[in-house]
């Protein structure tokens, strides 16, 4: 069998379709030129481009782009998992939002998507023991973005956060694959207590806006969290709930109620 030649890179076809755009968008809009080069069409692959933007984005007078460009480029150099992450919450974020219409997009210009890759670079960080440098993270993305993730939680792929203001997500939370919330969402502890103490949520779950998850409970696979709920009791799979304190009100209506994105509660509930 030959050996593949180490110098010859697969195609990308995420990263390329990406790049068709931004060229696209140069036409459209020359205005947005300096922008669009500088992100996309000036970097030779997406983790290039993922480095870029996080570096640019929490660059501050605390710490300069170029150092957050180099702690991002190591982080995608030594876990390829963190791209591979990114591209399906792409993925994830095109075909769930109707308010998107092209990969470029969420690159660009949503602060969920961005804000998650923020995060997965200072998971990365804390995995390696670099902790303070990973809280840096935490504090400029929740500075910038308005959305904070504890960089210890742990979260799958897939994810998706609409509109994106004003996310909690405690230290030992853990979100599954294929997961989508709104604004507001808050998955956090009941009190003071230490170690394990945040939710677990599973795959294919979708979080209504607003909606509170409180404590170390399960919420099970393809279920639905209505809209302002406050959960704090444990929710099997494929139910949806409602209310302050949150009931079952009914079944998830669907096998997939993250990728549906339907928030409405039948005519029963």
């Known amino acids: 069998m030959a ?39 000036h970097h030779k692959s997406i983790e290039q481009a993922l480095g870029y933007r996080i570096s640019l984005k929490l660059a501050s007078g605390e710490m300069s782009e170029q150092l957050l460009r180099e702690i991002c480029d190591k982080a995608y150099a030594a876990d390829e998992g963190l791209a591979m992450a990114a591209r399906a919450d792409l993925s994830a974020v095109y075909d769930r939002d109707p308010a998107c ?120 696979n393809c279920s639905r969290i209505a809209a302002g709920s406050v959960v704090l009791e444990e929710v099997p799979p494929c139910k949806t709930v409602a209310g302050i304190p949150a009931r079952i009100v009914g079944e998830a209506g669907c096998a997939q109620p993250s990728i549906s994105m339907d928030h409405m509660l039948g005519k029963d509930h």
Not at 104 to 132: E, N, S
Not at 181 to 198: A, C, F, I, N, P
Request: aromatic share 8%; with cysteine; charged share 20%.
């Open 3 to 41: 050996k593949r030649h180490p110098q010859v890179s697969e195609i990308d076809p995420v990263w390329e379709q990406i790049k068709r755009e931004a060229e696209q968008a140069v036409q459209d809009e020359p205005l947005l030129g300096g922008l669009v080069h500088s992100s996309f069409l």
């Open 101 to 220: 219409h092209r990969l470029m997009q969420p690159m660009l210009f949503f602060k969920g998507f961005q804000a998650i890759q923020c995060y997965r670079v200072g998971h990365w960080l804390w995995r390696q023991g670099r902790t303070d440098m990973a809280y840096f993270f935490q504090m400029r993305s929740s500075e910038v973005f308005g959305i904070d993730i504890h960089p210890a939680a742990r979260i799958g792929q897939g994810i998706m956060i609409d509109h994106a203001h004003s996310i909690v997500i405690g230290e030992t939370a853990v979100v599954g694959d294929n997961v989508s919330m709104l604004h507001s969402v808050t998955l956090g502890g009941t009190g003071k207590e230490e170690e394990d103490r945040h939710p677990k949520i599973g795959n294919g779950v979708l979080i209504g806006a607003g909606a509170k998850v409180l404590g170390n409970i399960k919420v099970g």
